[in-house]
């Protein structure tokens, strides 16, 4: 919670819109769930890649986790609303506007 405002971010790149998600991913060893909503859409489940707590950096992206990214078209991220739920079933969530989370 005391990360919330780095939670996700936008960023317009190559004529499409990047929803980034990899702060949450490298907190996700405490984490049992997320699920994003895009411009008012119920928020969907965003699979989380294992934590890898045998390694020495068990938050670690790696290439076989995936992409902390979804694409969508150019322009159309306006609203992103985030809900977590932590290991010990807590929850919280936030709503971002694209201007607070833009990347330049």
């Not at 936008?10 to 411009?39: E, P």
């Not at 150019?74 to 809900?83: A, D």
Request: proline share 9%; with cysteine.
């Amino acid at each position: 919670t005391a990360t919330k405002g780095n939670w996700v971010s936008v960023r317009d790149f190559n004529g499409k819109d990047l929803v980034y998600v990899t702060h949450l991913w490298s907190w996700r060893c405490g984490l049992l769930a997320m699920k994003v909503g895009i411009n008012g859409a119920p928020p969907q489940p965003w699979p989380l890649p294992p934590c890898h707590a045998d390694e020495a950096s068990p938050n670690a992206i790696k290439q076989t986790d995936g992409l902390p990214f979804a694409e969508f078209a150019r322009g159309s991220v306006g609203l992103i609303e985030v809900h977590i739920t932590y290991d010990d079933l807590s929850t919280d969530s936030a709503r971002y506007n694209r201007q607070g989370v833009q990347i330049p």
